[in-house]
């Protein structure tokens, strides 16, 4: 894979790993309730969780384009509309959301667990990967481009969680967090909004 292809790939899922959600609500709790390890430990799990959906997807797509091209456009089509739905409510969303959230009591063991059934029971992960991983999988790609781009994807999302984790055992992170939710939501509204219209326009 091309470096440039890469670095594309590399900005889309970091896109999609800050964008506030249940997934960062769920480290945010964790590292809250019981400090660094459990947060940590919550991001590790979670990033296989989406290693494990983004494996399945490029399993998958790659059969899918070379078998029925239009219905891969359609799948693609949608988890396009998916990525647009993200950004409006984003835009929506006020100084509240997932940066308000509360620490509760917790283990590491809880956190793994937690971690990984927030990931595995999103099945909306699959159209988010569908989206994004159309511009880079093509029937004829090998297979250490596939692991490249389903290891980048979990590297990406369980290193900005854990880093999140570890940034919040600092007391002066959540509240900074905090007071510029508004404007974390706007921008990441437009960058999804933004992906979505990629997406459909075609492959990068």
């Not at 590491?108 to 991983?133: D, S, T």
């Not at 029937?139 to 940034?167: F, H, N, Q, R």
């Not at 967090?177 to 990629?198: E, F, K, N, Y």
Request: proline share 5%; net charge positive; hydrophobic share 60%.
């Amino acid at each position: 894979m091309p470096l440039s292809l890469w670095l594309s790939l590399a900005a889309v899922c970091a896109m999609g790993a800050v964008s506030p959600g249940p997934s960062l609500a769920l480290v945010l709790r964790h590292t809250l309730g019981g400090g660094r390890t459990p947060g940590v430990t919550a991001a590790l799990s979670h990033a296989l969780g989406v290693g494990l959906y983004a494996l399945l997807t490029v399993w998958g797509l790659g059969a899918l384009v070379a078998r029925q091209p239009a219905l891969f456009q359609a799948i693609t089509w949608l988890g396009a509309a998916y990525l647009a739905w993200l950004g409006i409510k984003a835009l929506r969303a006020g100084r509240g959301g997932a940066l308000a959230a509360e620490g509760v009591a917790t283990t590491p063991r809880q956190a793994a667990r937690e971690g990984l059934l927030v990931a595995l029971g999103n099945p909306k992960l699959i159209l988010f990967f569908v989206a994004l991983l159309s511009q880079f999988v093509s029937p004829e790609m090998s297979v250490a481009a596939k692991a490249l781009i389903v290891a980048t994807a979990m590297i990406i999302d369980g290193g900005w969680y854990a880093l999140v984790a570890v940034g919040l055992t600092h007391g002066r992170v959540l509240p900074w967090l905090q007071a510029r939710a508004h404007w974390i939501h706007r921008i990441t509204g437009v960058l999804l909004l933004g992906l979505a219209i990629r997406v459909v326009w075609g492959p990068l």
